[in-house]
């Protein structure tokens, strides 16, 4: 039941925020993907509440990440 709860509290937390969960979730650096890696190493345990909080930066990160770089492409270079 907590686990339930805890993904819970992030999805809202993505979707409240209108965060683009699929830019973040397949946002790749260096061949993998962070948001689905760092979910996948705690797999087997459960995530404490610092936990989520810090999900939630990654997930702002790579959301910044990914405007950042559509932003730079847009940029003409003469």
């Given at each position: ?38 979910l996948k ?20 990160a790579l ?7 559509k932003e ?7």
């Amino acid at each position: 039941m907590e686990s339930c709860w805890v993904f819970w509290v992030v999805y809202s937390w993505i979707d409240a925020t209108r965060c683009n969960r699929a830019a973040a979730g397949e946002f790749y650096i260096g061949g993998y993907q962070p948001a689905q890696k760092w979910l996948k190493d705690r797999k087997e345990r459960t995530l404490e509440f610092d936990d989520i909080l810090h999900y939630q930066k990654i997930i702002v990160a790579l959301n910044e990440t990914d405007r950042l770089m559509k932003e730079i492409d847009t940029i003409e270079i003469e």
